[in-house]
């Protein structure tokens, strides 16, 4: 059942209005008259205009509705509040009409819910579109979201969290949830059957379309004809054309990782590909001047940074020499007789870990720079201690390191361990790595057979006497029994999940933001949206330190 509030309390906010019309009386009272007839709400019972030190007040009563407003002409800006009992009145559009007659650049609408603080309303994305506000202009009264890449499994889990908010009045998203249509799209699409097994309570909003993202003008199309309000990109489409399409519409956009099509086809960007998809999007950063966008929000990049910035908080005083993202990831058959010896086995995309694992260098930041180890990744192995807990991990690129080490001074890395099967065939290969490649690859598929295990993500930082860590560490079964995915992917969804309530929900400036730097420079609720489906992070303190990296490193292959 749809969750409505029994009295609707909208605010809009209007900036850079035309002054003259700001303080004209007599145009002031017609257009809020005829922005209140446009909510169909019966005949005006009263209406009449007040001054206000700054500037006109104009307050229209109709049988359900209470229209006030206010002006300050010396701003060029007015503020309209709604008080209303109906839920079938076209707010949206009644708002667009007095966005247009008072000229206003830029619009944001707000709305009270019961029980909860102000939210940015979530009917359209958070875009200060100087030029125009391309919800507002529209004829379409509801958000609309297009998930690219939504036959994967982080699209899948976070479709399940979706789904079980959609149900939940406590859930951040819930009322943007039960407004929304989905427009997914994917490659290869799945049937609408699938998506109706797996989330019935969405399966009303849903609407598939199958192409290629990466041909841009097919979709730039697709976002014009379905008016969409926000991208979740959740697939392989190159990172700075998804983001050129988003901009030249104005629509916001939230994906998990930095991809590019140029590294990716390119063999000369071999041993070095983050850092070369990095480089061609900060050189192009710049050129998004009308959208906003969080990229690299998942589990790790995502909500990895939020914990770093949570566990450098708790220590004002010290500065640490590293911060280390760590994972070890022990998802695997529960009947491991189900295994075949020559597979990879992983728990997400494994050309995209093997991209990572034999496909590129050793890499960690020091002094805001990137550093290499010319080795096979998996030669080499440094320790992690977290407590009682213990590992040793191979030492890969991932864009959370280099993100928090251009902010920050101190060493990052990212320490990964995958399952032992996937462990052991990789350096039992290591003097023929590229013979992996032709190996048989499979996803860690609780719905094909149960898994054991747990994937535990978190962050190591460290001091010079000291070490203190946070993590979250994600059961496959408890996981499997609540949301029908894998642990890995229900933490990535999380991260997307955050973001998105992040864009939706918290009044954040426009601009692109790793999510460190949305943490550092935005006041946002990222963590709490983080903390409704992640809701377990173990914090503690080692006594000791390990030290950097180099002293932490050891050869697992000689």
């Known amino acids: 059942m749809e969750y409505t509030p029994p009295l609707r309390h909208i605010t809009a906010r209007l900036f850079s209005c035309d002054r003259k019309i700001l303080k004209d009386n007599k145009s002031l009272n017609i257009y809020a008259r005829e922005t209140a007839k446009k909510l169909n709400l019966g005949k005006i019972q009263t209406s009449f205009f007040l001054y206000n030190p700054r500037g006109i007040t104009v307050v229209v009563i109709l049988k359900l509705c209470q229209l006030t407003v206010s002006t300050s002409s010396y701003e060029g800006y007015a503020e309209a509040n709604l008080l209303i009992l109906s839920h079938d009145a076209d707010i949206y559009s009644t708002l667009s009409y007095l966005k247009k007659v008072l000229k206003a650049h830029r619009c944001e609408i707000y709305e009270f819910l019961e029980g909860n603080p102000m939210h940015l309303i979530p009917h ?48 951040p998203l819930n009322y943007f949830i039960n407004s929304s249509k989905l427009h997914l799209i994917d490659l290869k699409q799945k049937p609408l059957s699938y998506y109706s097994e797996h989330f019935p309570n969405l399966k009303n909003k849903i609407n598939l379309y199958e192409f290629d993202v990466n041909k841009v003008d097919e979709l730039k199309n697709h976002l014009k004809e379905t008016n969409t309000s926000i991208v979740l990109d959740i697939s392989y489409g190159d990172t700075v054309d998804m983001l050129r399409c988003c901009n030249s519409l104005g629509i916001a956009y939230i994906n998990t990782a930095l991809e590019s099509v140029e590294v990716d086809e390119n063999q000369y960007y071999a041993g070095f590909p983050l850092q070369e998809r990095y480089k061609i999007f900060e050189s192009h950063r710049d050129e998004f001047n009308n959208t906003s966008a969080i990229v690299c929000s998942g589990m790790n990049p995502g909500v990895v940074q939020w914990m770093a910035i949570e566990l450098m908080n708790k220590y004002p005083g010290k500065k640490p020499i590293g911060c280390y993202i760590v994972e070890n990831d022990t998802s695997f058959f529960e009947n491991e007789e189900l295994a075949d010896k020559n597979t990879i086995y992983t728990t997400w995309f494994p050309m995209g870990f093997l991209d990572e ?26 320790k992690v201690s977290l407590g009682e807990k213990q590992f040793y991990g191979a030492l890969m690129p991932h864009e ?69 860590f946070i993590y979250n560490s ?21 991260g997307v999940y955050a973001a998105l309530a992040t864009m939706v929900l918290d009044n954040i400036p426009q601009g692109i933001y790793y999510v460190d730097e949305l943490l550092i420079n935005t006041k946002n609720n990222y963590g709490k949206y983080i903390s409704y489906h992640l809701n377990s992070f173990i914090t503690g303190e080692n006594n000791h330190s390990d030290g950097d990296l180099l002293n932490r490193m050891k050869k697992a292959i000689k």
């Open 124 to 171: 359209f994305p958070m875009v200060y579109n100087k030029a125009k506000t391309r919800s507002l202009d529209s004829q379409n009264s509801s958000p609309v979201i297009s998930i690219l890449g939504s036959g994967g499994g982080v699209a899948k889990s976070l479709l399940s969290i979706l789904n079980i908010a959609s149900q939940d009045k406590e859930d």
């Open 474 to 494: 994600l059961s496959n079964k408890e996981t499997f029994e609540k949301y029908g995915t894998n642990a890995t992917y229900l933490q990535v969804a999380s």
């Open 357 to 382: 694992a034999i496909n590129s260098y050793p890499t960690f930041m020091k002094k805001h720079q990137s550093l290499f180890l010319y080795n096979e990744i998996y030669r080499l192995e440094f």
């Open 400 to 468: 959370e390191a280099i993100t928090l080490g251009k902010i920050f001074d101190m060493e990052t890395g990212f320490i990964y361990k995958i399952n032992d099967h996937t462990t052991g065939l990789i350096k039992s290969n290591i003097n023929n790595i590229n013979s992996l490649w032709e190996k048989p690859m499979e996803v860690l598929n609780p719905e094909i057979a149960p898994l054991k295990g747990e994937d535990l993500v978190g962050i190591l930082l460290v001091f010079q006497d000291m070490e203190v």
